[in-house]
Nanobody, 119 residues
């Protein structure tokens, strides 16, 4: 069993910054990728940023230059530094991990953390 525990999020004014963190624990053989998705009310869940093991980060166009994703391999942690936040960044942010074991590769999700950006 794998758990993803998120921290961070909250309420911030436009132009401000927040940092999200997510730690994976449990029966982990290998983590192939970790990332962040978000879902605003009435919208589909969308990729914000992701990073594969040993690979380069991938960002949504809407957050390029403002958000930075980083991984700490020793602690199975992924973080998202969000700067210059805009009201349209308001959403529930979900941590995602693609974890492999001897039976295959599986997606795991955190419980979600609310980010609200006021104008």
């Amino acid at each position: 069993q794998v758990q993803l525990v998120e921290s961070g999020g909250g309420l911030v004014q436009a132009g401000g910054s927040l940092r999200l963190s997510c730690a994976a624990s449990g029966s982990i053989f290998s983590i192939n990728a970790m990332g962040w998705y978000r879902q605003a009310p009435g919208k589909q869940r969308e990729l914000v940023a992701a990073i594969t093991t040993g690979g380069s980060p991938n960002y949504a166009d809407s957050v390029k230059g403002r958000f930075t994703i980083s991984r700490e391999y020793a602690t199975n942690t992924v973080s998202l530094q969000m700067n210059s936040l805009k009201p349209e960044d308001t959403a529930v942010y979900y941590c995602n991990a693609v974890i492999g074991n001897y039976t295959g590769e599986y997606d795991y999700w955190g419980q979600g953390t609310q980010v609200t950006v006021s104008s």
